[in-house]
Every structure is written in C-alpha cells, then in structure tokens.
C-alpha cells in the first residue's frame, strides 16, 4: 500500500519546521528528491536520506557530505527532526513507520517543494503532460545566462547547472510541477505555464474533464495577480482556463496567441524564427535541439523568462545556446557509423514528435528501441503507441517497465511489435535489445534508446567506437 501525499500548506510546514535542524528524506535517491536534499543543506539543515540503490545521484549527495543509506531501516532514522518522503515508498516503509510512531513531522515531497519555494516572490511552475523537463532547462538556460542568479529545479540535469538543480539569490525559482497524483496542486506559483493537456496517467486520472479539472486548480494557484502562460494550440488547455482570473499570457503559433513564433525556417531538423510579443518583434532565434514541438517549449520558456526581467538579447541568446537536458534525445556516442542518442519519451505524443524530429536529422533509417513506462499506460494507449512509431524504420520493444504496478492488465510488448507488424521485434531483455541494435545500424543511421524506466541500461552492453 502506497503513502499519500500531506496538504499541510506552507504556513503549517514553516509551523513544523520552526525548531527542526535536521531533515531526512525517505527516497533521497529520486532526481527531484535528491535536488531538494541539496537545496535543504544549503538552507542549512543537516540531511541524510535513504534509497534502495546506489546511483550516480546518490554518489554527489554523498560527496556534498549527506549520509546515504541503502537500505530502509528504523535505525537510520534515529536523530532527524523531520521527514520529508515521495510517495512512491509503501505505507510498511520502516523510517516512515518510525517518525509516524514517533510524532515527528512527516511531510511528502510535494508539500515540502511547496513550502520551499515560498521564500522566492517570482515562482514559476512549469506543467503539462510533455515538455516540462525541456522548457524548464530552457528557462534556466535563459536566466543563468543573463546572471538573473535564479534557482532551479528541474526533472533532468543540464550542462549549465552541473546537475538537475542550482540555488540562486534573486527572485526567481523556476521548478517542474508535475501532474501526477496532483502534485502540483501543493505548489504555490505565481505564474503557471501549461505547454499541453492529453489523456495519460492512466492509473490516477479517469477522463480528460478529471485532468482539465486538476489544471484549473493548478493556474488558480497563482490568484488574481499571477499569470498563466499557457498554449493557445492546444483545446484542452483552452478549456482548462476557462474561467482563469489572473492574467492570461498564451502562445503558439496561430495569430491569436500573444507570443508567436513566425517565420519559421527548417536546417535539418533544427528550427529557427522571430518570436512576435503582441504583434511586435521581439527577436530571432535560433535552435539548436531537433524539433518542431520544441518551438512551444521555447515560446512558453521565453515568455516565463520575460515575467522573471529576461531581456529579448537574453531569451535569444539562451535559446539559441540551449543544446537539450539530460536523456532529452541526448547524443550518447556512434556504433558501427550510426549517432546513438538517449531520450526520456514514453508517452505516444512525445514519441512521435521525438522520432519526427529525428527523421528530420537523420541521413539513413532511423531504429529505436523502447520500453513501455507502466502497463497500465500500455494497455490503456495500446493503439496509440502502435501508431506512434510511424516515423521510425525499426522498433525493438523492451520488456515494460512496472514501476509501481502489477501486470493485471495482460499486456506484453510482444503484443506491440505484433500489432505493428514487418518493422518491429521484440527484444526483451536489454543485452538483446542492444543486439539487435548493433547487428541493424549502418552508417548514416540514427538509433534512439527511448523510455522513462531504466532503458538507458541498455547502453552497457553497446560497443561504442572511440
């Protein structure tokens, strides 16, 4: 059984935090939670933490002198004053059991980045169902750029922060506010970007009247006085700020949207145009990362970044400079003359826009392995997913990634390269899937290893040339 999240509030949390110099986060090991354990001890709390393996991420928390446990036992709970925990650990969870049993603040993740970034007075909240990774690290491109000092945190890791996240002193904090479980209601944003609305999250959210109702909570957070930059292409999110009392700032590129992208230029995948605020020039920009869905990640992030004092030389410059976030279609190395990349894509509208991109860029055929996120989201997309590999030449399917499910729903990947037919295989294992990739890549090929779960495993067992 899953833990839920706390709505303590930001006034309650600063109530339960008055007195508390130690915090320990159940779950450290998360790119978001891991984040915040460094933001923690930078507002000088003694943090330790637990979690079930060793990553990279837990490494440098480590190294930032932060205890790590990996294993989750009562005893290393012993001597924190409060708790801060995802909700992806079970309610059996010993430490949690232990500050529960113990009276001792029991905040969940999402509760306490809500209460964190109440010391900033320009939060910007980046939501949707795809893109907020992207468009956040676009954000921060920006404001790092222009020694705006913001602080940060995000979903991926970017060049520019040496990690998923960097503590500032101005006014601007930019953060990912993910969806999921409505998470992103416990935030408290003075202005919410919304890039896009669809159905996913399947096993939390029954119908789109249930996502578009969570969104409009979402954009009432930031009250009369906050802003909403959200997509004017987009119906659902339309329809979600229906009713939307604080001032709305849309993009995209029909001639209704405040900030829109003109002009546009294709050069091999990569796009560059003007981007017009109100009708009136504001600057050319030219991308460095492939596709065309990311011309909305970067209206959105330069009208966000005009909200934090970003100039048009600024947004221009930060755009034009952005070279994509970790695991966003991330160049990993070459086998056998072919450019392999990493990308983060599991949901059927991000795949397609991924692969389209990368047909643009590609010289020879394009072969991609995936590995379904959830069966749930499998089952439920069953037919999407099938469509969305269109624009590849090849698909090797992965076995799906459970995360936190049981497979009730009889869906296998098997199933997905059936309904596909001549173009796909089924892998299975990541050693085979790798084996397949080598023995199909030729020169002038692209190959993309796609998925939220842990794919890029994948990427041990390929020979790459040096």
Known sequence: MSVENTHYGAERI????????????????????????????????????????????????????????????????????????????????????????????????????????????????VSGMHGKSTCTSMCAEILIGCDSSPTVLSGAELPCMSGAYCVGDSENFVFEACEYMDSFLDFNPTVAVILNIEMDHVDYFHSMEQIRA?????????????????????????????????????????????????NICN????????????????CHVSMRVSGYHNIYNALAAAAACRLCGASAQDIAMGLGGFCGACRRMEYKGSVGGANVYDDYAHH?????????????MAKGRLVVVYQPHTYSRTAALFDEFAAAFDSCDEVIFADIYAAREVNTFGVDTRQLAEKIGGKA?????????????????????????????DVYKVFDYLDFEV
Request: charged share 25%; proline share 1%; glycine share 14%.
């Open 14 to 125: 600063g109530e339960l935090l008055l007195n508390c110099k130690s915090i320990y986060f159940i779950g450290i090991g998360g790119i978001n939670m891991s984040s915040l354990a460094h933001l923690s001890m930078k507002k000088g709390y003694r943090v330790g933490g637990s979690d079930r393996a060793c990553t990279e991420l837990c490494r440098r928390l480590e190294e930032c002198g932060i205890e790590v446990n990996y294993c989750h036992d009562e005893k290393n709970a012993h001597g924190y004053d409060a708790f801060v925990y995802t909700v992806a650990i079970g309610a059996d969870n010993p430490e949690y059991i232990y500050a529960k049993a113990n009276g001792l603040p029991l905040i969940s993740r999402a509760d306490y980045l809500g209460y964190i970034m109440t010391d900033y007075s320009v939060r910007v909240g």
């Open 214 to 262: 969570s969104f409009r909570k979402y954009a009432a957070l930031t009250g009369k006085n906050g802003y909403a930059v959200y997509n004017a292409d987009d119906k659902e999110v339309v329809r979600a700020l229906e009713g939307y009392e604080g001032t709305g700032i849309s993009f995209g590129l029909s001639e209704g949207a405040c900030v829109r992208a003109v």
């Open 267 to 282: 050069d091999g995948g990569c796009y560059s145009f003007d981007i017009v605020f109100d009708g009136e020039y504001f």
């Open 348 to 360: 059927p509208t991000e795949i397609s826009a991924t692969l389209r991109g990368a047909k643009e």
């Open 425 to 453: 295989r089924y892998g299975g294992s990541f050693e085979r899937c790798a084996e397949l990739l080598t023995d199909t890549l030729g020169a002038g090929d692209v190959g993309i290893v796609m998925g939220a779960g």
